[in-house]
């Protein structure tokens, strides 16, 4: 059997390390490096320069790009050092001269050049903030270390020790080898599962003529199924029996559930609420303290959003187990009031027609219902009157229209005569004085 090209290539580098012509694959290694350093100092500044230009005249997509052409910059040296090693080792061969050296520098150069465009890749196709960021370094030191073996021939000896280290799980042995196989068959499948759940999120999300609650827990489901998916799928490929991790799964899922009661109630009810639909972002609610617009329903919370712009994230299970108001269920008309109290004599139909013009004149307020006044109360202070209105955007907040209405009814009642009461004033009597003294001089005007 033939042995790999690479399986000999300490000796083949020994052999012509006892040759001048090992000093030229040096000087030769040298150069290409050098020439893809000076061509990527004059390339690199032209790339971004241009890039910049892009980014200035396209607002935020420019931006975008200009940080995939920056990351694509990066690697202009590595590409044109294994471009121009390439170029080196193919004359070398057609000069009949050794070109070991040349080849493994080559290859790694290569190699880098590919792990950091699978990770560009991946970093379009999924989050850019995820895993892989915090594990792109990992990913390289692996990839090399394979690439290092490999070119060293060292490979099948790492794999053969590998399959001989065992691990005993009762009558299941499972070997480093197979762990390994494991670990990289589950990463890959993960990260096809992350893609394509992010791919069937993005193309949830576009459906407009979907319930948006449906939406999302359409793609919270899938995201999870799709992962599920992977790791049994990767641990099957690799040979591992998935009746091994039934016990484990068992005593999991236990300890789970009775360590994270509350957590898991709150997941569920999170479930129930988006498949009943009793909440639906864009909801006015009041729960216990908390009332505000519903921005966000996660598996486990809900963002509420109230009117100062604070976010309240309150427990799913909250909102199932306890009565929540919804103030736009059915319809997200609302009802406002404003009370006003008048000095006895008043003409009250008068005033009660002047607040509900003032109520009128806003544009916020619905001419169906109408806005309607109404004689509340007579007390010996003066005329209790109450002015309602509808509005259909809540979420825009009530306190300038009821301000707005306000400082139209004051101007209007200026302009009428009509009189608000005064309070009772207070007028201290001369020290000395007896209590019925003190007590008549206070009187109200």
């Not at 580098?13 to 040096?26: C, I, N, R, T, Y």
């Not at 908390?290 to 299970?317: E, K, M, S, W």
């Amino acid at each position: 059997m033939n042995q790999p090209a690479f399986t000999t290539v300490l000796d083949a580098l020994f052999d012509e390390g006892q040759k001048p012509q090992v000093v030229a694959q040096l000087l030769a290694v040298v150069a290409c490096l050098l020439l893809a350093w000076l061509a990527t100092r004059l390339l690199r500044g032209h790339v971004r320069a241009g890039a910049r230009r892009y980014a200035a005249s396209a607002g935020g997509p420019g931006v975008e790009r200009l940080r995939q052409v920056s990351a694509l910059a990066d690697l202009m040296f590595a590409a044109l050092a294994a471009l121009l090693l390439g170029v080196a080792r193919v004359a070398g061969a057609q000069l009949h001269q050794p070109v070991t050296l040349v080849h493994v520098v080559m290859v790694l150069a290569f190699s880098f050049v590919l792990v950091r465009l699978v990770v560009h890749v991946l970093r379009r196709v999924l989050s850019p903030g995820g895993p892989l960021v915090a594990f792109e370094r990992s990913i390289a030191v692996i990839v090399w270390g394979g690439v290092a073996l490999y070119v060293l021939g060292w490979l099948p000896d790492a794999l053969q020790a590998s399959e001989s280290v065992v691990f005993n799980f009762g009558k299941t042995h499972i070997s480093l080898l197979q762990i390994l196989q494991a670990a990289v068959t589950v990463a890959v499948t993960l990260i096809v599962a992350l893609w394509a759940g992010a791919s069937l999120e993005a193309r949830l999300m576009r459906a407009q003529d979907m319930d948006a609650s449906l939406r999302v827990v359409l793609s919270r489901a899938g995201n999870a199924v799709l992962i599920t998916v992977a790791v049994l799928v990767s641990l099957s490929l690799v040979g591992i029996d998935l009746t091994v991790l039934s016990i484990f799964g068992g005593a999991l899922g236990v300890g789970l559930g009775l360590g994270f009661q509350r957590i898991a109630s709150s997941y569920v009810s999170g479930f129930i609420i988006l498949l009943d639909r009793s909440l639906r972002i864009g909801d006015i609610i009041s729960v216990d303290r908390f009332h505000g617009t519903v921005t966000q329903i996660r598996t486990r919370y809900t963002v509420l959003r109230a009117l100062d712009g604070t976010d309240a994230i309150i427990p799913n299970d909250l909102l199932v187990s306890q009565a929540v108001l919804n103030h736009s269920y059915t319809d997200s008309s609302v009802r406002l009031s404003l009370k006003v109290q008048v000095r006895l004599g008043t003409d009250v139909d008068r005033a009660l027609e002047l607040m509900a013009a003032a109520a009128r004149a806003e544009t916020r307020v619905l001419a169906d219902p109408a806005p309607a006044a109404f004689l509340t109360g007579m007390t010996s202070g003066g005329l209790d009157l109450e002015l309602g209105f509808w509005i259909a955007d809540p979420q825009q907040g009530s306190l300038r229209i009821k301000s707005d209405i306000n400082r139209t009814l004051w101007s209007s009642f200026q302009a009428q005569g009509v009189l608000l009461p005064e309070a009772p004033r207070l007028v201290v009597a001369p020290e000395g004085a007896s209590p019925a003294a003190a007590e008549s001089r206070i009187t109200a005007v």
